[in-house]
C-alpha cells in the first residue's frame, strides 16, 4: 500500500509539471508523426509496421532519462533522505517509481494509438490485449534497466553518460529506428543480444503482423525475466543519501544484469532459422526487400501491401498443382499459402504505385484473369512495383514446393518487358529473375524452376510478377500454377 500511495503521488506531481506533460504525451506524439509522414510516408500498413517502434523509443526514454535520472536528481537534492525515516523501504521506492511510470505510459500509448488510427488511418486488427500485455512487459522491462542506472549513478552527469551509453545502442541497432531487414547481417547478429529487438520484434508480430501473442513467448519471457534482475539489482544498490557509496564489489552484480540478452544472443545466433524468421517477419509486414537484394535494372525484389485474402489450405490438397485461375470472386484467392500481395518500392523511400484487381475475360475462355498495373518511377535505389503470391502460410516462410518442376501462368499486356522474380533459401539474399515480355493477346509462359539462376525449390519463399522498367505498365495474368513435368521449356 505504502508504494501505491507513493506513486499516486509522483503521479499528481508529474501532472502538474509542463516538462513531464510534454514529455510524456506531446513528444511521442511528434516522433509518431514524423515516423508516419516521412519513414511511412502516410501508408496505413507501414505506419502500423513503425508503431511499435515509437512505443519501444517512448519507453526507453521513460525509463532511462526519466526514471533512472529522476531518483539520483532525487537523491542529489535530499528529497529521498526525508523518507528514510517513514516506514518505507528501499523496495516500496522502486515500486511506486515503477507504477507512476506505467500510469503515465498508458495513456500516452492510448494517444499515439488513437493517432495513428483517426489521422493516418492505421489498420486497428490488433488484439488489444495482447497490446496491452507488450506494453506493460516492456516498460516492466526497462523500468528495471533505468532504476539500475540510476542506483549505479552518483551524479546526474554521470548518469546521463550510463543513460546515453544505453540508449543509443537500444535504438539504433534493435530495428527502432531502421528495420533489421535493412541492417548487415553482421548487426543483425549483433542485435540478438539487445532486450529493444525483442521488444520491437514483439511489437511488430502482433501489430500489423496479425500474429498471436502466444507466439512472442520467447521475446516476453527475455524481457520478463531481464525486468526481475534489473528491478531486483536497483533494490539491492538503492541509496538514500547522496554520500553513501557503492563497494566496487556490488556494483559488480549489475553485470548480473547482462545474463538474459547474453544467453539469449548466442543462442539466436546458434540458432540462424530463427534469425531468419524475423528478417521474414519484417520482410512480410513492410513489404521491404530482402538485405542486398539485387536484381536486374528495373525489376526488384518487392514490397509488399495489404494482402488479398487467400484460401486456407496445404500443398497436400493442390493435387493440379493450380495457384489461382482468379475466377472466384472479385478479390484474388489463392488455393494454398499466404495469398497476393500488392508491391511497391514506397517503403525504401521509392514514388512508384502498383494495383491489383480482378477483371473479366480470362486466358482460355476463363471468366477471370488478375490485371496489375502502375507505375515505377525513378527515386528509390532499386524501383519497383507489381504483385506477389507467398505460397507458405505466412509472407516470406520458406515451403517445400520440390514435388513440382517448372512455374506456368498465362499472359497478356502493354507489351512492355515483365519479370518473374523467385525467391528461395538457397539464393539467398540475391533473388532469381526471369523476364517475359506479355503483348496484346493471351499467351503461355513456362518457366523450369532451373531456369532460375542459383534457385532451389526445396525452400521457395515468394514468387512475384512485377513490371520490368521505368514508366506505367499495366499486365494480366491468369491460371498460374506448378507444373510436376515440363513439357517444354519457354514459352508456347
Not at 504525451?25 to 509496421?49: C, N
Not at 495489404?306 to 472466384?328: H, K, N, Q, R, Y
Not at 514514388?351 to 475462355?365: D, K, P, W
Request: aromatic share 14%.
Amino acid at each position: 500500500m505504502a508504494g501505491l500511495r507513493l506513486a499516486l503521488m509522483n503521479l499528481r506531481l508529474a501532472l502538474r509539471t509542463r516538462a513531464a506533460l510534454f514529455f510524456s504525451f506531446i513528444f511521442p506524439l511528434i516522433f509518431l508523426f514524423a515516423y508516419a509522414g516521412i519513414f511511412a510516408r502516410g501508408i496505413p500498413t507501414v505506419v502500423a509496421f513503425f508503431f511499435g517502434p515509437v512505443v519501444v523509443f517512448q519507453i526507453i526514454s521513460a525509463s532511462f532519462f526519466g526514471l533512472g535520472m529522476q531518483s539520483v536528481m532525487l537523491r542529489e537534492r535530499g528529497s529521498l533522505r526525508r523518507y528514510r525515516l517513514a516506514p518505507i523501504g528501499p523496495g516500496a521506492m522502486i515500486v511506486a517509481s515503477l507504477l507512476a511510470n506505467y500510469l503515465l505510459l498508458l495513456p500516452a500509448v492510448a494517444l499515439m494509438f488513437a493517432c495513428g488510427v483517426f489521422v493516418f488511418h492505421m489498420p486497428a486488427r490488433v488484439n488489444y490485449w495482447d497490446l496491452f500485455v507488450i506494453v506493460t512487459v516492456g516498460d516492466f522491462a526497462f523500468a528495471g534497466f533505468g532504476l539500475t542506472i540510476g542506483s549505479l549513478a552518483d551524479t546526474m552527469q554521470e548518469a546521463s553518460v550510463y543513460s546515453n551509453l544505453a540508449f543509443f545502442p537500444l535504438i539504433f541497432l534493435s530495428g527502432a529506428t531502421i528495420p533489421l531487414a535493412q541492417l548487415p547481417h553482421w548487426l543483425q547478429r549483433a542485435a540478438a543480444f539487445l532486450p529493444a529487438t525483442y521488444l520491437v520484434n514483439a511489437f511488430q508480430g502482433v501489430m500489423p503482423g496479425n500474429g498471436s501473442l502466444t507466439q512472442q513467448g520467447p521475446e516476453l519471457a527475455v524481457l520478463l525475466v531481464s525486468g526481475m534482475f534489473g528491478l531486483l539489482l536497483a533494490a539491492k544498490l538503492f541509496r538514500w543519501e547522496k554520500e553513501e557509496r557503492i563497494p566496487t564489489r556490488r556494483k559488480l552484480w549489475a553485470a548480473v544484469f547482462a545474463v538474459p540478452f547474453l544467453l539469449t544472443g548466442i543462442w539466436m545466433n546458434a540458432n540462424p532459422a530463427t534469425l531468419a524468421s524475423w528478417d521474414q517477419l519484417f520482410q512480410a509486414i513492410t513489404a521491404a526487400p530482402r538485405p542486398h537484394a539485387a536484381a536486374p535494372a528495373g525489376t526488384a525484389a518487392p514490397a509488399a501491401a495489404a494482402p488479398a485474402p487467400a484460401a486456407t489450405g496445404s500443398l497436400g490438397s493442390v493435387g493440379d498443382g493450380i495457384i489461382s485461375d482468379f475466377d472466384e470472386g472479385a478479390t484474388p484467392v489463392a488455393r494454398f499459402g499466404a495469398g497476393w500481395q500488392v508491391t511497391t518500392d514506397a517503403i525504401s523511400g521509392g514514388r512508384s504505385q502498383a494495383e491489383m484487381r480482378i477483371v473479366g475475360g480470362g486466358a482460355q475462355g476463363s471468366r477471370g484473369a488478375l490485371e496489375i498495373s502502375g507505375v515505377v518511377r525513378a527515386g528509390a535505389p532499386q524501383p519497383w512495383a507489381g504483385a506477389g503470391f507467398f505460397p507458405g502460410f505466412e509472407a516470406f516462410t520458406p515451403t517445400d514446393l520440390s514435388a513440382f518442376r517448372a512455374l506456368s501462368f498465362w499472359a497478356k499486356g502493354d507489351g512492355k518487358a515483365a519479370a518473374v522474380v523467385l525467391f528461395t533459401t538457397a539464393s539467398g539474399a540475391k533473388p532469381a529473375v526471369v523476364t517475359f515480355r506479355p503483348g496484346p493477346h493471351w499467351e503461355r509462359f513456362l518457366f523450369p524452376f532451373r531456369s532460375f539462376p542459383g534457385a532451389d525449390p526445396h525452400g521457395v519463399e515468394a514468387i512475384f510478377f512485377v513490371a520490368g522498367g521505368l514508366g506505367p505498365f499495366q499486365f494480366q495474368i491468369d491460371s498460374v500454377r506448378l507444373l510436376a513435368t515440363v513439357p517444354h521449356a519457354g514459352t508456347r
